[in-house]
């Protein structure tokens, strides 16, 4: 007799959620936090969903002003894609 084989069935994506990866961003810790992240979405479909949510940041105003020398090309090169100014 044949034990019946459940079909496999492809996981879903998974969105991913921008709040969670921003959530400890602060002035002090913006430089450990955002060049991986801009590695990670940067020229991905999720990148339209990371500017946004950076944008729509608590500390957005702060990153706008005082970006760092070290991750601020990167930055500003993937906010300045949608076509506003920094």
């Given amino acids: 007799m044949a034990i019946p084989v459940a079909k496999a069935v492809p996981p879903k994506p998974v969105e991913p959620d921008f709040r969670r990866d921003l959530f ?9 936090i955002l060049p991986p ?3 990670k979405y940067a020229g991905t ?13 608590r500390t957005a105003s702060w990153l706008m002003k005082r ?8 930055l500003r ?8 100014k920094l």
């Fill in 24 to 32: 400890n961003l602060q002035p002090g810790t913006a430089a450990q």
């Fill in 37 to 39: 992240l801009i590695k």
């Fill in 45 to 57: 479909p999720h990148e339209a969903g990371f500017v946004a949510a950076l944008r729509a940041h």
């Fill in 67 to 74: 970006l760092d020398k070290r991750w601020a090309a990167g």
């Fill in 77 to 84: 090169e993937l906010l300045a894609a949608d076509g506003k």
